[in-house]
């Protein structure tokens, strides 16, 4: 058994030890980690996808030496075989009790864009829509984003019953993606922030997530609280005082021996959570996992960190009853 995972007495599900809010659901050799205010509503299907198990073979170097794991890639890439991530992607719809329902993907751009979906609409000819929200009050949809790092968020209208699924890397974050899939869900099924639950899954954490100054000064100047979301030396760079063209003139150091760039580490569970409380919803009804992908590669894959790697899903769709 996973060392982050505690068996409960009341329940089959597992408990996670850092995140008691949050629970592993175990399913067709599958873990889901699920949040259990989203859990509580019937009419709600959804789930995180991790990494263990599936048909996907990874290979993993440690220590110096090359090893290979099974892993639920749930993404198209070139390490896998198209087969394996179908195969896939139908045991973990199948864990989610999702079978019969319209799996409903995007082709996913680090955008503002929000895709409104509906059960009438065609299958796509080609590809997938451009864009990194989808927003739907309709049951028998779900709604998939894949992630890797990036903070993939969860939205449910306990009240209108509409939902959304939402991939915000700091790209998004910085677009404020999820409040704006938030204003689409208001204008278009009436749905009011204190009635919206948040669940934001596991993603990069502010431990691992290293930027660059040129990140920092777009913070700073879109968000009077960005200071908050930062470890590091967040003033001097976000005024710009890191030019790096004096640095070998003032110290005569040869070219190839300047200092390296200050960097500082930038928390997207902090700012999503900032601005979708900003936007309305109360902070009793944001709920995050608090894993760092990059951290727990045990668990869950990071880009970040592994660079060949897989990808996982977040979904979350409405029954037919």
């Not at 990194?132 to 890797?148: C, K, P, Y």
């Not at 879109?222 to 003032?250: H, I, M, V, Y």
């Amino acid at each position: 058994m996973n060392p982050a995972v505690a068996k409960t007495k009341s329940s089959p599900r597992k408990r996670l030890q850092k995140t008691p809010r949050w629970s592993l659901r175990q399913a067709r050799g599958l873990q889901i980690l699920e949040a259990p205010p989203l859990a509580q509503l019937d009419w709600i299907v959804h789930g995180f996808s991790t990494r263990p198990g599936g048909a996907s073979e990874l290979e993993r170097h440690r220590d110096g030496r090359k090893t290979s794991e099974k892993v639920l890639n749930l993404g198209f890439a070139e390490w896998d075989s198209r087969e394996h991530v179908l195969k896939n992607r139908r045991n973990f719809f199948a864990a989610l009790n999702a079978n019969g329902m319209r799996v409903i993907g995007l082709r996913q751009i680090h955008s503002d864009i929000i895709h409104i979906v509906h059960s009438t609409d065609s299958e796509p000819s080609v590809d997938a829509p451009k864009a990194d929200a989808l927003i739907t009050n309709e049951s028998g949809l779900l709604l998939v984003v894949q992630v890797a790092d990036c903070v993939p968020i969860l939205l449910a209208d306990k009240k209108r019953r509409a939902i959304a699924a939402i991939h915000s890397g700091w790209r998004g974050t910085l677009q404020r993606i999820a409040e704006k899939a938030l204003g689409r869900m208001q204008m278009e099924f009436g749905t009011r922030p204190r009635d919206v639950i948040a669940a934001l899954g596991p993603g990069i954490g502010q431990c691992c997530f290293e930027v660059g100054p040129e990140v920092v000064a777009e913070y700073a100047a879109k968000f009077p609280e960005a200071r908050e979301w930062f470890k590091g030396p967040f003033d001097s760079l976000a005024r710009g005082d890191n030019d790096p063209n004096w640095l070998p003139w003032l110290t005569m150091r040869p070219p190839g021996h300047q200092p390296p760039e200050p960097r500082a580490y930038l928390d997207l569970i902090a700012a999503n959570r900032s601005i979708l409380s900003a936007a309305g919803i109360p902070s009793g009804n944001i709920f995050s996992s608090d894993f760092c992908t990059a951290c727990r590669t045990d668990l869950f894959f990071s880009f970040r960190r592994e660079r060949v790697t897989g990808r996982m899903m977040a979904a979350i769709g409405i029954r037919r009853f």
